[in-house]
T-cell receptor, first 118, second 111 residues
Framework: AQKITQTQPGMFVQEKEAVTLDCTYD???????LFWYKQPSSGEMIFLIY??????QNATEGRYSLNFQKARKSANLVISASQLGDSAMYFC???????????????FGPGTRLSVLP | EPEVTQTPSHQVTQMGQEVILRCVPI?????FYWYRQILGQKVEFLVS????????KSEIFDDQFSVERPDGSNFTLKIRSTKLEDSAMYFC?????????FGQGTRLTVV
C-alpha cells in the first residue's frame, strides 16, 4: 500500500492566487512527521514545512501553511499569493516514529508539478 | 546558513566503473541518508547511517553499494560496478530534530 499519495500530478495557478496541493498518508504509528519539499527545475530538494503528529496547530512558514487533518490522514500544503518562482515539483513526505532516533527513513509521495501562470 | 553539500554536481561514468559520490552533512547533524531519484520518478530511500554504521537500508541498496564516513565530516556513497539503471539523481541528507535537509544532488549518468 502507498504510504504517501499525491493525487494531483500537475496543477496550474494564477500568479498571486492561493493553491492547495493534496497529500494523504497511511500509517499505524501514532508518532510521525509530515514534510513538504520543493524541487525546482535545477533539481535540489528544498525543505518547506514540517508538521508533527502531536502538534495541535497547523504549521505555517511564511506563505506556506500545512492543513493537517489527522482523522482524515491528510496534510495538504497551501501556498498563498503564488509567485512565478513557486513553479516546481512539490513532494509530500512522511517519517514514522517519534524523532530520528534510529534514522528512520523518509517516504516520499510521487509529487505534484505546480505551474504558476503570469 | 549551514547546508548539506554534495560533489560532484554531475558525473558521467562508463558502465562497470566504480563511482564515489561525496557529501558533507551539516556539522551538528547525527543521521545521514542517501536517496535517489530516477528521472521523473519518485524519490527512493537507499540507506541511513548513524554512529558510523548503517541503521537501515532498502532493497535497492544491494552489495554493489556501500557507504562510509571516512573522516568525521565526509559521507560517501560508492557504487562498485555501475549499471545503466543506476543513472539517477542521488541526494544526500542529514537530519536534526527530525527534519531532513538535502544536498543539491549529484546527477549520475551511466553510459
Amino acid at each position: 500500500a502507498q504510504k504517501i499519495t499525491q493525487t494531483q500530478p500537475g496543477m496550474f495557478v494564477q500568479e498571486k492566487e492561493a493553491v492547495t496541493l493534496d497529500c494523504t498518508y497511511d500509517t499505524s504509528d501514532p508518532s510521525y512527521g509530515l514534510f513538504w519539499y520543493k524541487q525546482p527545475s535545477s533539481g535540489e530538494m528544498i525543505f518547506l514545512i514540517y508538521q508533527g503528529s502531536y502538534d495541535q496547530q497547523n504549521a505555517t512558514e511564511g506563505r506556506y501553511s500545512l492543513n493537517f487533518q489527522k482523522a482524515r490522514k491528510s496534510a495538504n500544503l497551501v501556498i498563498s499569493a503564488s509567485q512565478l518562482g513557486d513553479s516546481a515539483m512539490y513532494f509530500c513526505a512522511m517519517r514514522e516514529g517519534r524523532t530520528d532516533n534510529y534514522g528512520q527513513n523518509f517516504v516520499f509521495g510521487p509529487g505534484t508539478r505546480l505551474s504558476v501562470l503570469p | 546558513e549551514p547546508e548539506v553539500t554534495q560533489t560532484p554536481s554531475h558525473q558521467v561514468t562508463q558502465m562497470g566503473q566504480e563511482v564515489i559520490l561525496r557529501c558533507v552533512p551539516i556539522s551538528n547533524h547525527l543521521y545521514f541518508y542517501w536517496y535517489r531519484q530516477i528521472l521523473g520518478q519518485k524519490v527512493e530511500f537507499l540507506v541511513s547511517f548513524y554512529n558510523n554504521e548503517i541503521s537501515e537500508k532498502s532493497e535497492i541498496f544491494d552489495d554493489q553499494f556501500s557507504v562510509e564516513r571516512p573522516d568525521g565530516s565526509n559521507f560517501t556513497l560508492k557504487i562498485r560496478s555501475t549499471k545503466l539503471e543506476d543513472s539517477a539523481m542521488y541526494f544526500c541528507a542529514s537530519t536534526y530534530g527530525g527534519i531532513a535537509f538535502f544536498g543539491q544532488g549529484t546527477r549520475l549518468t551511466v553510459v
